[in-house]
């Protein structure tokens, strides 16, 4: 695995690679590698013929208040089980040069990135967008693959890439669990061993609403009473939203029908924020 920190040489690379006429796979990340991430990693193989990772734990989409200083970072660990997991490229640029002094342009997908997490993080969107687009720019790939986990962030990218006529394919991987239901997260290492177990209620109210719907459930409204109930059950968990919304538009809706649903999910236990998903419709669900 080759190892890339400047811009410049990540772009001539990228050059040699689309002039041999390779396919490139590109999976940005911030790094703290789980196996979510390793996922995507494999499922970019599949499509390509050159893997490139990036890891760059980008300031610009962390607000006020939040975890960018704390963020994990690990990396050596992340190079290996990069490699580990066939990654042919591991990019890491510095900050200092994504972001050079006097940096005042912004790539923003209005609209989407001010409802559910941009009720929250409202700079947040647009400092991924920002970044996703100078990485395309850096990295040249013929797709990107994306995290189902982080929904709302694929589907902005989506409109992005539609937006800008990017020449870009986007994939998108499902969400990766731990065994007792937890979906992976750089974050949750931050989790004590009781917040962890409090957050399970999480993917519990996800799979409680999914049997909501495999039982005949039709009605928004009382699904999400029953997913909001049960993560308040305790008190330990505080949900930011529990939202039913179209997976196109992420407006709200009102009765589950045989066109795809979105249920999401953000919460906090204690200091750390969560967020999870799952995609509902009549006849089939998937995690
Ligand atoms: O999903 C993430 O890890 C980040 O938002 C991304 C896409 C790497 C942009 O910094």
Request: hydrophobic share 40%.
């Amino acid at each position: 695995m080759k190892t890339i920190t400047s811009i410049t040489e990540m772009q001539r690379e990228a050059e040699r690679l689309r002039a041999e006429g390779l396919r490139i796979g590109f999976v940005p990340t911030m790094g703290s590698l789980h196996e979510g991430h390793l996922d995507l990693l494999r499922l970019s193989r599949r499509h390509a013929d050159v893997v490139v990772m990036s890891v760059f734990v980008n300031p610009t989409q962390f607000g006020a208040g939040e975890d960018f200083t704390l963020y994990p970072r690990n990396p050596e660990r992340d190079a290996r089980l990069a490699e580990d997991a066939g990654c042919d490229i591991l990019f890491s640029p510095d900050a200092d040069e994504v972001y050079p002094p006097g940096a005042s342009t912004w790539v923003q997908v209005e609209g989407p990135d001010a409802i559910l997490e941009g009720t929250f993080r409202p700079t947040h969107f647009r400092g991924v967008t920002t970044v996703v687009t100078m990485l395309f720019h850096m990295v040249k790939p013929h797709h990107a693959v994306f995290g189902q986990k982080d929904a709302q962030q694929a589907l902005i990218i989506r409109r992005m890439v539609r937006d800008l006529h990017m020449d870009i394919e986007l994939l998108v991987a499902p969400t990766r669990r731990d065994p007792d239901g937890l979906a992976m997260s750089s974050r949750n290492t931050y989790l004590s061993e009781s917040a962890r177990a409090e957050a399970l209620a999480i993917s519990r109210s996800l799979r409680l609403a999914q049997r909501y719907v495999v039982d005949g459930g039709r009605d928004a409204q009382a699904l999400l009473r029953m997913v909001s109930d049960e993560l308040t059950r305790t008190g330990a968990l505080i949900p930011d939203y529990v939202a039913l919304v179209d997976t196109d538009t992420l407006e709200a809706i009102e009765r589950i029908g045989t066109t795809p649903v979105l249920l999401a999910i953000a919460a906090r236990v204690g200091k750390t924020r969560l967020i999870d998903n799952t995609i509902l419709r009549a006849e089939t669900i998937e995690s």
